[in-house]
């Protein structure tokens, strides 16, 4: 029979490297848990209009990317490409932005599909961990997330990343630079596709990666001259705070990033170790997005870091994640009646917190041992008959080799003792 295998762009988290994922998703959202961010989770899949009308549609991600698809019962669905609409559309639908204290701090760990051309660093099944700050309009808010993605890349040990840092501008000096980009374009030797995107999203073409293109680009209208006074002040007091809380940025002032409805700052983390595929998150400000699903006015800013990216990252510095062995203890039983008793014991060994394993499948005493030794554990508990019929097992410290006779019934305050 034919074998299966993950389809094109996806990739299996197998033991023992999936642990570093679980290691980064924890570390990621251990700064947002300290600081008063929710967990929320949100379905895989959402009615496609969410993200036509809350990512864009003139967007890579909803013209190109998106996985969408007619339900038997007629629905129109896409799985999620990104989470932010997901996480403002489940806020504004539990009326969280109702119950008085504002903004809503939320963050989310999850899966998104996007139908890209695989490559290293970029697949069609992903993994995020996000933040959004919904309903408030405070530099200070924009200044946490960042300072927070800061911290989580540090506790992991990364290094070799930048922030990159721009503002957008809003809706009121964000359409007149947008015109005198476009003025701009218009005289350029642009492909159809990109005039096109030109006359729809003007900024987008910004973020062309093509060299051709962007040498074109040089002597652009840069937004930073078109800023209002109020997002000047802001994005002042942005760089100012982050800059006090000792978080190194650049001025991008061609960073424009993917989605439609950033507004003001807008950030990216990029990492030097991994070639063309370097953001290992970005985000930014929205205050424009909650309108355009159908809430109410709700300024917001958020991020998303992404986890394949950030364990590349981690892979390109060299960085060896503290992850401790995830058993403490492996029962070696010889002979039936061990089995049941250190069975037994392995279960209350757990009960008492101490991570255990046996030797299952009734393996003799060298394939037992090795499988001791393959786990990991501190200690490897051994006994076979006669050593039950004197009430004794023989605790070995697997990192000394060596071996002392405990009696069965103090086991467990040994164990435990002995690891404290
Ligand atoms: P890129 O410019 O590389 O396509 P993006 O701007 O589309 O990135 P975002 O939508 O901002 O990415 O998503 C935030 C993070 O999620 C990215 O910085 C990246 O780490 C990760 N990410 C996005 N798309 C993918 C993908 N296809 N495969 C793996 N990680 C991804
Ligand atoms: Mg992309």
Redesign the pocket.
């Known amino acids: 029979m034919a074998t299966f295998k993950a389809p094109k762009g996806t990739y299996d988290l197998i033991p023992p490297v999936s642990v570093k994922y679980l290691a980064v998703r924890e570390a990621i959202s251990a700064p947002l848990r300290n600081s008063g961010y929710g967990y929320i989770e949100t379905p895989g899949f959402e009615d496609v209009g969410l993200f036509a009308r809350g990512v864009g549609e003139s967007t890579d991600?909803v013209s190109k990317e998106m996985y969408a698809f007619e339900t038997k019962g007629g629905d129109q669905l896409a799985l999620r490409p990104?989470g932010t609409a997901s996480v403002l559309r489940a806020a504004l639908e539990a009326s969280l932005h109702k119950q008085g204290n504002l903004p809503v701090k939320l963050w989310y760990s999850g899966s998104y599909y996007?139908y890209?051309r695989p490559q290293k660093?970029?697949?069609?099944h992903?993994s995020?961990v996000g933040a959004e700050a919904i309903g408030a309009e405070d530099p200070a808010l924009d200044a946490e997330l960042i300072i927070l993605a800061d911290q989580a890349y540090r506790s992991l040990g990364l290094r070799n990343f930048r922030i990159l840092l721009n503002s957008l501008g809003d809706k009121e000096c964000r359409p007149v630079y947008r015109e005198a980009l476009q003025g701009f374009l218009r005289d350029l030797d642009l492909d159809e596709e990109t005039v096109r995107r030109a006359e729809i999203n003007p900024l987008r073409v910004l973020d062309d990666k093509r060299p051709d293109v962007q040498k074109q680009l040089v002597g652009a209208p840069v937004l930073r001259d078109y800023l209002c006074d109020a997002c000047k002040a802001y994005h002042e007091e942005v760089r100012a705070l982050i800059t006090a809380a000792g978080v190194a940025f650049e001025d991008d002032e061609k960073l424009v990033?993917?989605?439609d409805y950033y507004t003001r700052t807008t950030f990216e983390f990029v990492h030097d170790g991994l070639g063309s595929?370097s953001?290992?998150?970005?985000g930014g400000r929205y205050d424009g997005l909650s309108e355009m699903i159908g809430g109410p006015a709700l300024p917001s800013v958020g991020w998303?870091?992404?986890v394949?990216?950030t364990v590349l990252a981690l892979e390109a510095e060299g960085v060896e994640l503290d992850i401790p062995a995830s058993t403490s203890v492996f029962a070696v039983a010889l002979g039936e009646e061990a089995r049941r008793v250190l069975f037994g014991k392995v279960t209350e060994l757990r009960k008492a917190g101490v991570a255990a394993d046996f030797s299952f499948g009734g393996k003799g005493l060298k394939g037992a041992m090795k499988d001791a030794n393959r786990s990991g554990a501190r200690f490897a508990v051994v006994a076979g008959e006669r050593d039950l019929a004197d009430g004794l097992v023989q605790l070995k410290d697997m990192e000394s080799g060596e071996q002392s006779a405990v009696a069965l019934a103090e086991l467990i305050d040994t164990v435990k003792a002995r690891l404290a």
């Open positions: 991600i990104e996007r890209e660093g970029r697949y069609r992903f995020q990033r993917g989605l595929q953001a290992v998150g970005g998303a870091l992404g394949d990216r």
